[in-house]
């Protein structure tokens, strides 16, 4: 057994078991549903964005480790996002698809967060071994992606914020240096593959 | 006879200590801000004396004093939830003077302290619907609008009534930042703060107002969305033509004049079908918003014929 990867594993699952406990312990606060939602949300963005900053970790401070346990940092993502996405369908609209096909229509930050999660699925089909051999390019191609869902989610978050935008923006900022460690070394990348992308 | 069992005082952990350690756990937490939990109810304020029932509200199950203390909008003191409850502490609110102007034959300046003694004081639970689809019912203590209008006699021009909060950006943190033109603004028109249900609340569960609730003084117009009910209140004045609240000047369009509750017209944010009854727990349905909260009976006729999509 690969104990660093269990222990990354264990890491990933803390903000998980803080919302278990504070649900357990009744200190959600006044609005709950609100709070898991907003809490699962803020952890998907959160696991985005640490999965892009394995490939810059790796070339300006010559970190390896994290390339390792890539895959499972964004697959956890996609598991905060499912949290994400059916506490606001369950705990939120009670799965009432009609109240939701109406939200979705109606207000396009849910239409917006609606598409970063779809297009995660992709993504998460494909990580594992058999894919990548068998997709072989293309599969770096199509993950991609991850350069996308992340700028989705930010989208997502900023417009539904009433008018205090510094969060959001903070997320944005993030992610625009974490895409800018990557131009210079977008240049010759037609030259060298070794360094598979994202 | 039953006595109700003390901790001894060298158990009971100071505010102090107590405050550096949530600041500790804070810090050393899992990212998400604002989420751990508040402090429980610490320093109330004082009985409100000779406070008269009212059958407003009754039987209506009541938010609980933690939640309607711990859960605000007030941006004057940060725009997150829990910011007014750990940031309102610098407020003062004594002295404070209201200052009652514009197109009215007696223009007025009191302080608080007399004007709560001009009053009767009475209690009104009302149901409080947030434009962000959530909903209280807030036992408020305060008197109707209408006395004090009738107080500093509208001229036959006055048509609206503006309202303007305190904007100190010494007791309001939250005024160190342009998140909104400050003072924040807002506007009835005259008939509807002549309404007998249009309140100026001073207390909350029979006690003086807490200030991350608006303390010394609010509105209270339970048939439109909360941001109309304007806290910490300093000047009332009275105009010929409709002025601009705050939340229509930062977004026109959506947030209108009137703002009523109306489950019909949609916000571009949240769908206003149906609201999230704050207290109700992790796994209670939302329920459905009613037109006008629930008020339309008393207060539709003020609207006659009047197209509310078009007037939201």
Request: glycine share 8%; with cysteine; proline share 7%.
């Amino acid at each position: 057994m690969d104990l660093r990867k269990t222990a990354v594993f264990a890491a990933a699952l803390l903000p998980l078991g803080r919302l278990a406990w504070m649900a357990a312990s009744a200190t959600l606060g006044a609005n709950p549903v609100e709070h898991v939602i907003h809490f699962t949300g803020q952890w998907t963005l959160n696991f985005l964005l640490i999965t892009l900053s394995v490939t810059p970790l790796r070339r300006l401070a010559g970190w390896r480790e994290p390339l390792r346990h890539r895959r499972m940092l964004g697959l956890f993502a996609f598991f905060y996002g499912s949290l994400h996405l059916l506490s606001y369908a369950g705990l939120d609209q009670w799965f009432d698809w009609a109240a939701i096909l109406h939200d979705v229509g109606k207000h396009p930050y849910i239409l917006v967060g609606f598409l970063a999660y779809v297009t995660m699925l992709p993504l998460a089909a494909t990580s594992n071994r058999w894919s990548v051999s068998r997709l072989k390019s293309r599969w770096k191609q199509l993950h991609r992606l991850a350069y996308l869902i992340p700028a989705l989610g930010t989208l997502h978050f900023a417009w539904l914020v009433k008018k205090d935008l510094t969060e959001p923006l903070l997320y944005g900022a993030g992610l625009l240096i974490l895409l800018a460690f990557r131009w210079p070394f977008a240049q010759n990348a037609g030259q060298s593959l070794e360094n598979p992308a994202p | 006879m039953y006595k109700y069992p003390q901790p001894a005082p060298s158990e009971i952990t100071p505010q102090e200590t107590f405050r550096q350690r949530r600041a500790l756990v804070a810090a050393l937490g899992l990212g998400a801000a604002g989420t751990w939990p508040r402090i429980g109810s610490a320093a109330r304020g004082p009985k409100l004396a000779g406070v008269q029932p009212t059958p407003y509200g009754r039987g209506e199950t009541l938010t609980s004093y933690d939640d309607i203390t711990t859960y605000n909008n007030f941006y004057e003191f940060g725009t997150g939830k829990e910011d007014p409850s750990q940031n309102a502490g610098s407020l003062r609110t004594r002295p404070w003077t209201l200052v009652v102007d514009g197109a009215v034959q007696r223009p007025r300046q009191i302080g608080i302290d007399d004007l709560l003694r001009r009053y009767p004081l009475e209690e009104r639970i009302y149901r409080l619907r947030c434009v962000e689809a959530w909903s209280m019912v807030v036992p408020w203590v305060g008197f109707p609008l209408h006395k004090l209008i009738d107080w500093a006699q509208p001229t036959g021009n006055a048509r609206f009534v503006q309202f303007f909060s305190l904007a100190d950006p010494e007791q309001m943190p939250g005024v160190r930042r342009h998140v909104l033109d400050w003072p924040y603004t807002e506007g009835l028109r005259l008939d509807e703060a002549r309404h007998p249900l249009a309140l100026l609340a001073v207390g909350l569960y029979g006690e003086v107002l807490p200030n991350q609730d608006g303390a010394p003084i609010r509105l209270v117009v339970p048939w439109k969305y909360g941001f109309k009910s304007i806290k910490s209140i300093v000047r009332i004045h009275f105009t010929e033509t409709q002025p601009v609240s705050s939340w229509t000047r930062a977004n026109p369009d959506e947030y209108g004049f009137y703002s009523n509750v109306n489950p019909a017209v949609d916000h571009p944010r949240w769908s206003q079908a149906t609201e999230r009854r704050i207290g109700a727990g992790l796994f209670t349905a939302r329920r459905k918003t009613l037109m006008f909260n629930g008020y339309g009976d008393e207060v539709a006729s003020l609207y006659q014929g009047m197209d509310l999509k078009r007037y939201f």
